[in-house]
């Protein structure tokens, strides 16, 4: 007689677990991520990450590439933040052959590196509020990006992968009056900001689709290597910028925002905060723009001497790291390695949405903010 | 013969009609409210104004190709659109546009029953059209919308029970007719129960912040991720028909239907050079107008949250205003 | 005759739609063909004048419970029988006396009622001039209201009986359903 049922269990019935597949065509995996879901009923019991659909082979094309080429490579990695992976590989090359930038060319990077963190943070604002369901914060903040891309192209030409920054300094000097122009955006995007929080931070439903969701201790965070805004948003007090000070941030003044509960409506506030951090050191920068040339003395050919250097920067997704090795001979680097904010990120995906619901899938895609042009390089 | 068969006929041939365009139209107008919402133009090229839009769009859904993925259920597969499009068109049947028989097909003694019976057989559309897909994407949706339509139902069903206590009638004239007795549109009788139905319509027809069933970003479409061409746009008629009943209960529950403001009123009673049934539509389209602004607005709900909205929230206040509208109505 | 005409060709349906739900070979399959049973129960009632019980035949049976059993059948797999059913030989004896008793029920309803029928017509639930509603006209029949008044007045303890169950038997699914209250 097997009439019986196990009792034993805490269900009668024979549960399966519902395999998934997220991606790589999927419109809010942020490009060509692949998760593998493990459901029960709704709940995400596991989850897999699966990179790699768009590796291009950066790091090791940048080892037979001379050292300027590079930084053209570098546009490609994360290419909605490009100065930024330009001036960080820019600043490695300059430690490895101990540089002198001039302040103004510094001065200079720092602007740019902080337009870029805040067309970064819209288009993460934009992306991240379209995954939760706000399509009109998408529209907006993209509105707002494209201000900064004007700039850009007004500076280097280029809209996207800009090929902004030289070892040493800068390719070219500011157009005159753009300065003003970064000036009046910046009176813009603190009014643009006020409507986007009116739409989404005191919202009841984004509240209750982002409060509590993702919970990540500090020391769990910091376990996982995280970096950036997920990191911060669990109170950890680490960027760069402060920590290890580069370009002109150690001359200006700007607050680290930092979270206390770690859960995803914190990281939204945190990059909220940082848009109007950003805005704060673009106007003390472009104000303090001192005078004077824009490239320091660099050898006519860049060939840096024996040895191996790591440096980071706060890039607007984290901490990104350059690690070179210069064998001292060639005209191009030995071993060309890069540690990426997003691929770090994504580590956490896994701890952050098992437990969750498929709905919170995607807004934990969203808010470790991942580029996966970045992740794979 | 031209009394029973030849003018309900015209009549249905003409309503039909009329809510297919309304539904193209209404295609036109929420791409219209929300481009501009989001300080965009919206569709601009065919036609003035993009005005030919709603043509272009059901003749390119046409001639798109029809697939049907080798490893569903042929027949389900193909019944479950018609399924979700045929209780929405069914329930016009007895929408009264205006005063005389001749506004409207018929004026059933249980029209009201019969256009939230008729609603919910719309539900089998979406749960078929997701299990015969065979796709996983397409199950999760259907039976998210599924346990999603039944829940509201009782909300919304719970809530209509307590404008039929004020009425006395489920005949939806005899509905307009006491709101015109009364002088004052339910809406201010009743507030509690419009912000119920219109919350519960929300959710019924599938609109954010209640779109989980279609939820693009995250299950890539819902339970139509597998149709194309003309089976996917009879899902779409659907759901832009169910909108337009959704509003229609809410304008004829409420917002007393053909009436003009105030019909008592000697003051307001130059409003009475409008004809009824433009005064109808024309609060409609007000509804339809609020369901699109909250999608350019709103984030959506989750799936526990919006369950919990609706089982926690919607009907206890459903089945407390019931209890006080009984209270008031035996009291007074 | 037209009333006739009507009256077989939906008892044809629903005989041969009860009998495809019961053959068919996919499950989804046989509650289509039953929900459509349903349907076609309701075009009866509105020919027998009876519109409340017709909208809640379809609201409660096809729009209500049907969708839940259509629940059932998605979720579980069905492929592959339980064991104990799986031997063809086996004689289902509780089904097949169970079948018996519904069969000598009805059986015994018909034979009643044709017995009945010459005498009193309609004696139980039968509206007595007494009743508000004795000037509905013919062609609107106002049955909600009269369904109302019978279930208030005549049938009201065994209206409140049968709301007791089904409280029961709510809480019983759930204490059943949920371990851990």
């Known amino acids: ?377 | 013969m031209l009394e029973t068969i030849v003018v309900p006929l015209a009549k249905i041939v003409v309503l039909l009609n009329a809510v297919l365009v309304a539904v193209t139209f209404l295609v036109l107008m929420e791409r219209k409210v929300i481009a501009w919402a989001q300080s965009r133009l919206g569709p601009m090229r065919v036609g003035p104004y993009g005005i030919l839009q709603a043509i272009a769009d059901p003749i390119k859904l046409i001639l798109k190709e029809d697939i049907t993925p080798r490893k569903a259920d042929k027949y389900v597969f193909t019944l479950a659109p018609i399924m979700s499009l045929v209780p929405a068109l069914v329930v016009f049947a007895v929408v009264p546009f205006g005063p005389d028989p001749f506004y409207y097909l018929s004026d059933i003694n249980v029209g009201l029953l019969f256009i939230i019976s008729v609603t919910s057989i719309g539900v089998y559309g979406i749960i078929l059209g997701g299990w015969a897909s065979n796709s996983k994407y397409p199950l999760l949706a259907s039976l998210r919308a599924s346990a999603q339509l039944i829940s509201y139902e009782i909300a919304v069903t719970m809530t209509l029970v307590s404008v039929i206590l004020t009425t006395g009638t489920l005949s939806l004239v005899g509905i307009v007719e006491a709101q015109r007795e009364g002088g004052l549109w339910f809406a201010f009788v009743q507030p509690v129960a419009l912000m119920l139905v219109f919350i519960g319509g929300l959710a019924e027809t599938n609109r954010a912040p209640f779109d989980l069933p279609e939820a693009e970003t995250e299950l890539t479409g819902g339970f139509h991720t597998e149709y194309s061409g003309m089976r996917f746009s009879l899902f779409f008629l659907a759901e832009y028909a169910n909108m337009i009943v959704i509003s229609a209960i809410v304008v004829i529950m409420f917002f007393g239907g053909w009436l003009q403001p105030f019909p008592n009123v000697p003051a307001l009673a130059f409003l009475g050079f409008v004809p009824p049934w433009i005064w109808f539509i024309g609060k409609i389209f007000l509804f339809l107008y609020v369901f699109i602004w909250i999608r350019a607005t709103l984030p959506r709900y989750r799936y526990d949250q919006l369950m919990a909205l609706g089982w926690k929230v919607l009907i206890p206040v459903a089945i407390g205003n019931l209890v006080v509208t009984g209270i008031l109505k035996v009291a007074l | 005759m037209a009333e006739a005409i009507v009256f077989w060709t939906l008892a044809v349906l629903i005989l041969g739609l009860g009998i495809a739900v019961i053959s068919a070979r996919s499950a989804v399959h046989s509650v289509l063909f039953l929900v459509v049973n349903f349907l076609l129960v309701a075009v009866l009632y509105v020919t027998l004048n009876a519109e409340f019980v017709a909208v809640i035949q379809v609201l409660v049976y096809a729009g209500g419970i049907v969708v839940l059993y259509l629940f059932v059948v998605m979720l579980v797999n069905l492929k592959k029988a339980p064991e104990r059913y799986a031997d063809p030989r086996r004689v289902p004896w509780t089904g097949t006396l169970l079948a018996g008793a519904v069969l000598a029920e009805v059986i015994a309803i018909g034979v009643y009622s044709t017995v009945s029928s010459d005498g009193a017509a309609a004696t139980g639930g039968g509206l007595g001039a007494d009743t508000p509603f004795s000037d509905c006209g013919s062609l609107v029949s106002c049955n909600t209201e009269q369904l109302g008044w019978v279930l208030y007045t005549s049938y009201l303890i065994p209206f409140e009986l049968a709301s007791m169950l089904l409280l029961v038997a709510m809480i019983g699914a759930i204490v059943l359903a949920k371990r851990h209250l």
Not at chain 1, 245 to 253: G, H, M
């Open chain 1, 1 to 377: 007689m097997t009439l019986e049922a196990p009792r034993a269990s805490t269900t009668q019935f024979d549960t399966d677990e519902l395999v998934i597949n997220m991606g790589p065509q999927h419109p809010s995996t942020h490009g060509v991520l692949r998760v593998v879901l493990k459901l029960d009923g709704e709940r995400v019991i596991d989850a897999d990450c699966v990179i790699g659909y768009i590796h291009r082979g950066i790091e090791k094309l940048s080892e037979n590439r001379d050292w300027t080429q590079i930084i053209l490579l570098t546009d490609r990695m994360d290419y909605v933040a490009a100065a930024t992976n330009n001036l960080g590989y820019c600043q490695t090359v300059e430690k490895l052959m101990q540089i002198e930038v001039p302040r103004r060319a510094r001065y200079l990077r720092t602007v740019l590196a902080e337009l870029q963190r805040i067309a970064s943070h819209c288009l993460w604002l934009g992306t991240h509020a379209m995954d939760i369901g706000a399509m009109t914060v998408l529209l907006y903040a993209f509105r707002e990006r494209e201000f900064v891309l004007d700039l850009f192209e007004e500076f280097c030409g280029a809209r996207l992968t800009y090929n902004s920054m030289r070892i040493g300094g800068l390719p070219l000097d500011i157009p005159p009056g753009w300065d003003k122009k970064v000036l009046s955006f910046c009176d813009l995007m603190e009014g643009k900001l006020n409507d986007y929080e009116t739409l989404l931070t005191n919202n009841r439903i984004w509240l209750k689709r982002t409060r509590d969701v993702g919970v990540i201790s500090g020391d769990e965070a910091i376990g996982l290597g995280l970096c950036g805004p997920p990191l911060r948003g669990s109170g950890v007090p680490r960027d760069v910028r402060k920590d290890e000070p580069y370009a002109a941030y150690d001359e200006l003044e700007f607050n680290v925002p930092l979270g206390t509960r770690g859960d995803t409506y914190d990281r939204y506030l945190i990059r909220m905060d940082e848009f109007r951090e950003s805005i704060r050191l673009v106007r003390q920068a472009v104000e303090g723009i001192p005078e004077g040339p824009i490239m320091g003395k660099v050898p006519r050919l860049i060939k840096p001497p024996a040895g191996e250097t790591y440096h980071a920067i706060e890039s607007p997704k984290g901490e990104l790291g350059y690690f070179i090795v210069s064998d001292g001979k060639s005209t191009n680097p030995y071993r060309f390695r890069v540690r990426p904010p997003s691929f770090c990120n994504l580590q956490g995906l896994k701890r952050l949405v098992t437990g969750h619901l498929v709905a919170d899938v995607v807004a934990l895609i969203g808010t470790i903010d991942i580029v996966l042009g970045e992740v794979d390089r």
